[in-house]
């Protein structure tokens, strides 16, 4: 795919914000509409995230026409409508390779561009982030501006409130604009977005403030009158002001400390142009509130903005291509499909997710159970402890919950489930290689930061029967347990009966000889592989802890090297509770821990990524002669 200057010439005019700042506020329109034509064209080809960018085209345009971008700062919460904002700062002519490996990076990356000011991924770090660039530029005095872009949903997050609580009370000069398309990846909940809903284009407040001011204008001030009334002034003004709190926000954000513009058309550039202009030189914390259409200026994706959040090659004038047939569930829908059984029998069990229904495969569950289902909004702190207080009731908690978002909760792991023992079940998605989304959604740390909590099992499926076998399990288990499952398909494994599993015990899959693989999760078909090749014995452990510290010893009489493979972290994964263990015991044994090594991860299909790591069949067999001929040679 290569540009071609004929379709688009005013974007060909504009390589670096520079060169869109040289044109005239009547041409920023077509350029919108080129920019928006080009999103689509090129995204159709290459997959990725969609609708989000086709929301802020004309925000994107205005921004880097209005502001000195890369000496002003401009920062994209989350990153994933981002894309147009790439195409106008340098990297049109490569869009075309995002999300790909060696590609552009999925979300603004600070070592792709200096335009990308804080690399990105997870939700809500955008004003905190603002605040401080905004200190920054206030102490080096060259009149730097920092603006940031935060959703409706994203704004929702605790951590969001609490850098406008912040910025409230220090002051810094800042702009916050809120991207209003009452929708985040799925929709939005929770009690601020439905505030937010209710706006229609802010003509009836701007009706009643304009009149009130007039009214009070011409009112003559009462406060002299010897009878002791309130001031008629004050009365209507306080008045006025709950009229106010109840059309818009503005109440809320002014509480705290800013100074509320909006709402206005996200969609007309020339008012946003004119409305940035007005901000731009303002003292204090701003925030303007704008409305947008997620999927703007492409029906289908206008009508089904989750469906079109992030997709595959697609034909534009056919839209998206059916669902791949596969003869195989996703882990998503195993876990999915469990829960919903469960739920026929056992009014107690609740499920929480933090704003990840479709990708936790809970679409099914919520609507068939919808006073057992819970979406928190972007707010994962607040699911583990509300699953918390749902235990402390009586009732049966299941949070479902992305590996890389459960980093978010940890404290309240920790200090809400685990010291107090309750029974909350952790179904945690996407462990180990996501794909394209690359560092900031690897799954990679989650065994390592979960191993060291006290009362907390672990437990890694190897295929979709044993991931609802384990599923029951830590369902019926009486303290905080967790299964951990990959993002993808399963192997078509025999679905069996559910109930549980003995705690803590492993399963024989392959005798052999000599060495013995120790596999924690759904990597045990490549390791199977390797140990045909090697006529080792196979042992799918099942826990992290628990370990089958039985069945480790047992293996120690006959076995001279034990090897680990995990899609987790070497560094404090599964491979060093077996190191611990054999220290522990004061065992001598050889002892290969086979994982995803001690970097970040970029983006990469994970058939791509598994291999170039070494964590398919041929890496794994050959890191173990490699290992092994280095050992010799010692």
Not at 254 to 264: C, S
Request: net charge negative; aromatic share 8%; hydrophobic share 40%.
């Amino acid at each position: 795919m290569v540009f071609d200057p004929t379709i688009y010439p005013l974007l060909a005019q504009c390589a670096l914000p520079s060169d869109l700042r040289t044109l005239s506020k009547s041409q920023l329109k077509p350029l919108s509409n080129e920019l928006r034509e080009y999103l689509l064209h090129s995204v159709s080809r290459s997959s990725g995230h969609f609708a989000s960018g086709l929301g802020v085209v004309e925000l994107t345009v205005a921004l880097h026409y209005v502001f000195q971008t890369p000496f002003d700062k401009l920062i994209w919460d989350v990153g994933h409508q981002a894309y147009p904002h790439k195409i106008l700062t340098g990297r049109r002519d490569r869009i075309k390779t995002i999300r790909q490996k060696e590609g552009l990076h999925p979300f603004p990356w600070r070592e792709e561009s200096e335009y990308d000011v804080l690399s990105v991924g997870h939700s809500s770090t955008s004003i905190s982030a603002a605040i401080g660039l905004a200190v920054g530029a206030m102490k080096e005095g060259q009149n730097r501006k920092t603006v940031c872009v935060i959703g409706d949903g994203a704004i929702t997050a605790g951590m969001a409130f609490e850098a406008m609580n912040h910025a409230g009370d220090i002051q810094p000069n800042m702009l916050v604009i809120l991207n209003d398309n009452e929708m985040s990846i799925s929709e939005n909940v929770g009690a601020l977005n439905n505030h937010l809903a209710k706006l229609l284009a802010g003509e009836l407040y701007s009706t009643l403030r304009e009149g009130g001011k007039k009214v009070l204008d011409h009112l003559p001030d009462l406060s002299d009158m010897p009878v002791p009334l309130p001031p008629l002034k004050t009365l209507i003004k306080k008045t006025g002001e709950h009229v106010k709190g109840i059309l818009v926000p503005s109440t809320l954000f002014e509480e705290l400390g800013f100074h509320y513009t909006g709402p206005i058309d996200g969609h007309n550039v020339e008012l946003l142009v004119q409305t940035l202009e007005m901000l731009k030189d303002k003292t204090g914390p701003q925030l303007l509130h704008i409305m947008t259409k997620k999927g703007r200026g492409y029906g289908p994706a206008e009508e089904d903005p989750i469906r079109w959040h992030a997709v595959p090659k697609f034909n534009p004038s056919e839209g998206l291509p059916p669902k791949a047939p596969s003869p195989f569930l996703t882990y998503s829908e195993v876990f999915g499909e469990w829960l919903c059984e469960i739920a026929k029998t056992d009014k107690r069990v609740m499920a929480i997710t933090p704003a990840m229904r479709e990708g936790s495969g809970l679409v099914k569950f919520s609507k068939k159970f919808p006073k057992q289902y819970f979406d928190v909004a972007i707010a994962e702190q607040h699911a583990v402890t509300f699953a918390a207080g749902l235990a402390l009731a009586n009732l049966k908690p299941v949070v479902a919950i992305y590996s890389t978002f459960l980093q978010r909760a940890y404290d309240q792991v920790i200090h809400d489930v685990a010291i107090q023992n309750l029974p909350v079940l952790l179904a945690i998605d996407r462990g180990g290689i996501v794909g394209s989304d690359g560092q900031t959604h690897q799954g990679a740390f989650d065994l390592s930061f979960l191993r060291c909590i006290p009362n907390l099992i672990i437990m890694t499926p190897s295929d979709e029967n044993e991931c609802r076998l384990l599923l029951q399990t830590g369902y019926m288990h009486s303290g905080p347990a967790a299964v951990r499952y990959p993002r993808g398909y399963g192997t078509g494994a025999e679905l069996a009966p559910l109930k549980p599993v003995p705690i803590g015990k492993a399963k024989l899959i392959r005798n052999g000889f000599d060495r013995v693989f120790l596999n924690f999760g759904t990597l045990l078909p490549d390791v199977l592989t390797a140990a045909d090749t090697l006529n080792a014995t196979v042992i799918d452990m099942r826990f992290v802890k628990p370990l089958d510290e039985e069945c480790l010893l047992s293996l120690v009489q006959n076995h001279t090297t034990f090897i680990t493979v995990e899609e987790n972290a070497i560094a404090g994964g599964a491979g060093s509770g077996v190191a611990e263990f054999l220290l522990k015991q004061n065992l001598s044994i050889k002892l290969l821990m086979i994982g995803l090594p001690d970097y970040f991860i970029a983006p990469g299909e994970q058939h791509e990524m598994r291999s170039s790591i070494g964590l398919d069949a041929k890496g794994i067999l050959s890191q173990v002669t490699e290992w092994e001929v280095r050992s010799n040679d010692n």
